[in-house]
């Protein structure tokens, strides 16, 4: 057992997480999740994430988004936020075109209902190089789709449900190498339950008495991951945990 005592001040948290190599994933491609949760494992309050979220630790999400390839979010989420588009700092812009990638990451919907807001801007002011994606499965009702088609693009992966590892493929078969995961816990649960979460960004808020929802839901017959915690950063009562799924090679893997 280990006190953790506070450490040296860091100019950039930032800098932490971008010097993370996430260049050799389990799969076909690297999937973070990034989550908050109450100190009683809430992940929002009153059906939003905003009151549990520390100025810090929202200034940090919004920041994440520049390691990302392409952000994954849940349709509920979308509806339950009101989702908007991914906005990056002009040096974060310029950070990821010297390494070759577009200056912001799409964003991708997960929905079998296709019942989404299309006058958010997520659908109607989304840039060229990144335009929003819905990620289905084939079954998905002839005019619900029809619809989606003309704001935005669609990604089927999966019949009757989107299958995580199918989805995860087509991401890597457009060169997508990083998928950040915002959640919600549905979603998150799904990645989580088909192993296919790499690493978790989770946020604890000193904050309790929120929804009785969990940051990740687990699915029914899924069974218990494991994960190795890399890092804690500390600010305004909030804690940074960054965690890494065991490996198979691991010695203390099932
Ligand atoms: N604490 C945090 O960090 C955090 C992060 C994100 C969200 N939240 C909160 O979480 C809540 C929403 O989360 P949630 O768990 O209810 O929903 P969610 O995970 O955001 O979205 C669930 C929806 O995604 C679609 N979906 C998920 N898996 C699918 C699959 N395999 N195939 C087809 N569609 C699939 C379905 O959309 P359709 O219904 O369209 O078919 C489903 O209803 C909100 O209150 C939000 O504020 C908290």
Request: with cysteine; charged share 25%; net charge negative.
């Amino acid at each position: 057992m280990k006190i953790l005592s506070p450490g040296n001040t860091l100019d950039d948290p930032m800098a932490t997480y971008l010097a993370v190599d996430r260049s050799a994933p389990r799969h076909e491609c690297w999937v973070a999740g990034h989550m908050v949760a109450g100190l009683d494992g809430t992940a929002a309050i009153g059906g939003k994430v905003g009151a549990l979220s520390t100025d810090v630790d929202q200034d940090l999400f919004r920041r994440m988004r520049q390691i990302a390839d392409v952000v994954l979010v849940g349709a509920e989420t979308v509806r339950k936020e009101g989702y908007g588009l991914v906005r990056l700092s002009d040096e974060a812009m310029a950070a990821r075109q010297a390494a070759g990638k577009p200056p912001t990451p799409p964003v991708a919907i997960v929905s079998g209902s296709l019942e989404l807001n299309w006058k958010l801007k997520l659908f109607r002011e989304a840039p060229e190089h990144a335009k929003t994606m819905i990620i289905t499965g084939e079954s998905a009702d002839p005019a619900a789709l029809a619809e989606a088609q003309q704001h935005a693009e669609i990604i089927f992966a999966g019949k009757d449900r989107v299958e995580p590892d199918a989805a995860l493929q087509a991401f890597a078969q457009r060169g997508y190498q990083v998928v950040l995961c915002e959640g919600g816990p549905t979603l998150l649960g799904e990645l989580v339950a088909a192993d296919r979460l790499d690493e978790l960004l989770l946020s604890i808020a000193p904050v309790m008495g929120g929804d009785n929802l969990p940051v990740s839901l687990r699915p029914d017959g899924a069974g218990i991951s494991r994960f190795q915690l890399q890092h804690v950063m500390g600010e305004d009562h909030t804690l940074f945990l960054r965690y890494e799924a065991l490996r198979d090679e691991d010695p203390n893997h099932e």
